[in-house]
């Protein structure tokens, strides 16, 4: 049961707080206590506490390690500390050339008060089935790089994430850092919500290749259908060596919903999550199809 003080505010349960200047320090803190949790941008851990739907004994707060922060590039990739917010992402120069999908999911995202305080790490570490990140960093074919005390591997955003609220990511490791693969190649986002600032009812990201007039290689992935957002590999296949067409898309679209049992929810039927996710995909495809041909 939560607590609401005289004041009105619903009030945590009392916990330990840690702020370590380094990720060694920040892991050793995370192992002594099993119950732990990280504090990155608190959008979605602050309000579990006050509810008390989370009631870690300690929080580590990752905000003064400095490593986590900035974005960054070089010839083949472009990487996104974890702590770096979402506005920053919304108005970096660098996203918005290479990677133009993030860029414009960064910039509808929630409202300014919530991009500027949420991280790009916490919103992938959550795996919140509502977020639209993770489906963005699997058609992107990113990699998540996660420091274990010792060493820091990178998992494949393909693997990662395993089901709502779990992931790869072990209680006591961090996540550093986000590598997207740079390319001349089409990306886009699209998303249904009921109202701006919503969760999206349904999102999609499509990543395209295109080679003398055929799709080369795509890539895409959305949200909405399940407890984690889902490649779509039978989409992907279908437009392989296709000629791109309005026809071609929309049986995409419907190729993406195959074999998945959909049902209803508070916030929609399953007829309107199948209908929000065919147009979604769809658009995200035809959209990243006309940015492939404008870069080659």
């Given at each position: 049961m939560y607590q609401i003080c005289k004041c009105g505010l619903l009030l945590p349960r009392n916990f330990d707080y840690y702020a370590p200047a380094s990720l060694k320090e920040a892991v050793a803190v995370l192992k002594k206590h099993?119950?732990?949790?990280?504090?990155?941008?608190?959008?979605?851990?602050?309000?579990?506490?006050?509810?008390?739907?989370?009631?870690?004994?300690a929080i580590v707060d990752i905000s003064r390690i400095k490593?986590?922060?900035?974005?960054?590039?070089?010839?083949?990739?472009?990487?996104?500390?974890?702590?770096?917010?979402?506005?920053?992402?919304?108005?970096?120069?660098?996203?918005?050339?290479?990677?133009?999908a993030l860029f414009e999911a960064a910039s509808a995202i929630a409202d300014p008060q919530v991009r500027n305080m949420g991280t790009i790490g916490?919103?992938?570490?959550?795996?919140?089935?509502?977020?639209?990140?993770?489906?963005?960093?699997?058609?992107?074919?990113?990699?998540?790089?996660?420091?274990?005390?010792?060493i820091t591997r990178n998992e494949s955003a393909d693997t990662f994430f395993v089901d709502a609220y779990t992931t790869k990511a072990a209680q006591h490791e961090i996540i550093t850092s986000l590598?997207?693969?740079?390319?001349m190649r089409g990306s886009a986002y699209a998303r249904v919500n009921r109202r701006i600032g919503d969760y999206a009812l349904a999102s999609a990201c499509a990543v395209i290749e295109v080679s003398g007039g055929r799709i080369t290689e795509a890539?895409?992935?959305?949200?909405?259908?399940?407890?984690?957002?889902?490649?779509?590999?039978?989409?992907?296949?279908?437009?392989?060596?296709?000629?791109?067409?309005?026809?071609?898309?929309?049986?995409?679209?419907?190729?993406?919903?195959?074999?998945?049992?959909?049902?209803?929810?508070?916030?929609?039927?399953?007829?309107?999550?199948?209908?929000?996710?065919?147009?979604?995909?769809?658009?995200?495809?035809?959209?990243?199809?006309?940015?492939?041909?404008?870069v080659r």
């Open positions: 099993s119950d732990a949790r990280i504090l990155a941008g608190g959008q979605s851990l602050l309000p579990m506490m006050k509810l008390r739907l989370a009631s870690p004994e490593e986590l922060r900035g974005i960054r590039q070089d010839k083949d990739k472009v990487l996104l500390g974890a702590m770096t917010t979402i506005s920053e992402i919304a108005i970096s120069e660098v996203v918005k050339s290479e990677l133009p916490g919103n992938i570490a959550n795996a919140d089935p509502g977020n639209d990140m993770p489906a963005i960093a699997i058609a992107y074919g990113a990699g998540i790089e996660i420091f274990d005390g010792k590598v997207f693969p740079k390319g890539r895409i992935a959305f949200n909405g259908a399940a407890q984690k957002a889902i490649r779509a590999e039978a989409s992907e296949r279908r437009l392989v060596d296709s000629k791109p067409s309005t026809d071609a898309f929309d049986k995409a679209a419907q190729d993406a919903l195959k074999g998945l049992e959909i049902e209803d929810s508070f916030y929609a039927s399953a007829s309107v999550k199948k209908a929000a996710i065919r147009h979604v995909v769809a658009e995200a495809v035809e959209n990243a199809y006309r940015r492939a041909k404008v």
